[in-house]
């Protein structure tokens, strides 16, 4: 591990700490309770960047013409604890992709299989802007294919991210965020970026509906795997 993925796991290390400090001070004096929130949604993803085994390398590009032939719908979870200042938060995916693709040496075809999640700590340093860290999980089984070549590969592996998050409206019905991370370990880099909103018509149901993307720099013994995801996000919220 180098020096650069080892400063970022241990920043997220002292933030979380720090964090759950926090929270703990938060627990002892007693203010308000802990809410929760199931958010099942759907992942509209595709992906673009390169993907290689050794020799086998496929540059994979979409744009919005393509999405109706490239994009695959993933089953997602997400999950919050909070109790303001603090909240935990954690999600869980599944996405499977597939692409054909023109190269010099022929056509060829990607199609991969991804699991996705992460789990954290956020903290509200005002109404608007909170901060947040924590781990995140990439597991990835990719086929590609190129005139007579073939290859596939498993790969599983976790990054520590660090973030934060923007709110500009909080209100009884509506809520706006930006957030971005930003992280490494494993991957050489990985980072998020996503925009969304949500609507609150009871105390207990909500729909919201966001744009990702996610950028992953990972290679290890071979394997290359150097995406972004992205995408549309749907999902329904069940506060209990």
């Not at 919050?80 to 022929?106: C, H, M, N, Q």
């Not at 990607?110 to 860290?133: I, R």
């Not at 909103?197 to 290890?220: N, Q, V």
Request: charged share 20%.
């Amino acid at each position: 591990m180098n020096l650069n993925r080892f400063a970022v796991i241990a920043i997220v290390g002292v933030f979380v700490f720090r964090a759950h400090d926090a929270c703990a001070q938060t627990n002892s004096q007693g203010q308000g309770s802990w809410s929760y929130e199931i958010v099942p949604y759907l992942w509209a993803a595709s992906l673009e960047g390169r993907v290689g085994f050794g020799e086998t390398t496929a540059d994979i590009s979409a744009d919005f013409s393509d999405l109706i032939d490239f994009v695959n719908v993933g089953a997602s979870m997400r999950f919050f604890a909070r109790k303001p200042p603090a909240s935990w938060f954690g999600e869980a995916s599944y996405v499977e992709l597939g692409s054909d693709f023109d190269t010099r040496i022929g056509s060829g075809h990607l199609s991969t299989s991804q699991t996705f999640a992460e789990a954290g700590f956020s903290y509200e340093l005002n109404d608007a802007f909170s901060v947040y860290g924590g781990l995140r999980f990439q597991g990835i089984h990719t086929k590609l294919s190129i005139a007579s070549q073939r290859a596939s590969d498993t790969r599983n592996w976790v990054d520590a991210m660090a973030g934060g998050q923007w709110s500009p409206l909080r209100s009884e019905h509506w809520v706006a965020w930006l957030r971005g991370d930003v992280g490494g370990g494993s991957s050489d880099l990985v980072w998020l970026a996503e925009a969304g909103g949500g609507y609150r018509w009871t105390e207990r149901w909500a729909a919201y509906l966001a744009y990702r993307i996610l950028g992953t720099d990972y290679e290890s013994g071979g394997f290359r795997y150097n995406v972004r995801q992205k995408g549309l996000l749907l999902g329904f919220g069940v506060r209990f």
